[in-house]
């Protein structure tokens, strides 16, 4: 989290300033990804490329949506962005969240050297909507002027893949009972991938673990499961089980 964006906007607007740290340039990095949106051309661009993508796209038997909705809902929500963004750029933004603060790390693996520990910024935005489900729904279903249709469409990374802490943190989400169940009426999170990405070496990645069930105790045990799953290479993690993703076609952008 950026304790003042005005503070650190020079700082973090130049990501090769040697001054900042490996998760700062990260942040720097969202920061300029994002807030390069409220560039007019740039922004007419993405549009008409996420339109275009959206109709080239096989949409899932379960997301129950005409390519129509689709795209509507896809306009709707980058102008709703837009505007945020229109917004927060001329004010003092220390609501703009990208990482959570992580606590310290243990003493024994800091002084490892090229250590970090973070959430990565999907798990971010997915706990988010977790936590405020309802108020997002409504809120959405507002926006859209939908009745036809309770489903609304969570895109997430475009075409990126998910490392593979995040997929398999996702396919909890998207089971029976969880966050993004596409049975249920609601939110559906799609990528239009179906790859994943390797485990991050030398990097603490904290979970998010609201998405799993709505009953906590739940979700709680799911998020002990997969850790312990990963721990041991257990073989009920699909990522394993998937074409392995080599560095050079690795454009992960989940980080
Ligand atoms: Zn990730």
Same mark, same amino acid.
């Given at each position: 989290?950026?304790?003042?964006?005005?503070?650190?906007?020079?700082?973090?607007?130049?990501?090769?300033?040697?001054?900042?740290?490996?998760?700062?340039?990260?942040?720097?990095? =969202?920061?300029q990804k994002t807030f390069r949106l409220l560039d007019e051309n740039y922004f007419q661009t993405i549009i008409s490329k996420g339109r275009?993508?959206?109709? +080239?796209?096989?949409?899932?038997?379960?997301?129950?949506?005409?390519?129509?909705?689709?795209? @509507?809902?896809?306009?709707?929500?980058?102008?709703?962005v837009f505007c945020a963004l229109s917004m927060l750029s001329s004010k003092d933004i220390s609501c703009f969240v990208i990482h959570i603060?992580?606590?310290? @790390?243990?003493?024994?693996?800091?002084? +490892?050297?090229?250590?970090?520990?973070?959430? =990565?910024?999907?798990?971010?935005?997915?706990?988010?909507?977790?936590?405020?489900?309802?108020?997002?729904?409504?809120k959405s279903i507002d926006l859209l002027s939908t009745n036809s249709s309770q489903i609304i469409i969570i895109p997430i990374e475009g075409?990126?893949?998910?490392?593979?802490?995040?997929?398999?943190?996702?396919?909890?989400?998207?089971?029976?009972?969880?966050?993004?169940?596409?049975?249920?009426?609601?939110?559906?999170?799609?990528?239009?991938? +179906?790859?994943?990405? +390797?485990?991050?070496?030398?990097?603490?990645?904290?979970? $998010?673990?609201?998405?799993? $069930?709505?009953?906590?105790?739940?979700?709680?045990?799911?998020?002990?499961?997969?850790?312990?799953?990963?721990?041991?290479? $257990?073989?009920?993690?699909?990522?394993?089980?998937?074409?392995?993703?080599?560095?050079?076609?690795?454009?992960?952008?989940?980080?």
């Open positions: 989290m950026l304790k003042s964006f005005n503070e650190d906007k020079e700082l973090l607007l130049s990501p090769k300033n040697k001054k900042l740290t490996h998760v700062n340039k990260r942040t720097s990095r =969202h920061i275009e993508e959206i109709k +080239k796209n096989d949409i899932p038997d379960k997301c129950r949506i005409s390519i129509d909705d689709l795209c @509507l809902q896809f306009e709707k929500y980058m102008n709703t603060p992580t606590p310290s @790390l243990p003493q024994d693996v800091a002084v +490892k050297q090229g250590v970090t520990a973070t959430r =990565h910024a999907e798990r971010n935005i997915i706990d988010y909507i977790a936590t405020n489900k309802d108020e997002i729904l409504m075409r990126f893949i998910p490392c593979g802490f995040c997929y398999e943190q996702e396919l909890l989400d998207k089971s029976p009972g969880g966050i993004f169940d596409p049975n249920k009426e609601g939110l559906i999170l799609f990528r239009s991938t +179906k790859r994943a990405g +390797k485990f991050y070496a030398n990097e603490i990645q904290y979970i $998010s673990h609201a998405g799993f $069930s709505s009953d906590e105790t739940q979700s709680k045990a799911l998020a002990m499961k997969l850790l312990s799953d990963i721990k041991i290479s $257990s073989e009920h993690l699909s990522v394993l089980k998937m074409p392995l993703n080599t560095d050079t076609s690795f454009n992960s952008d989940s980080e």
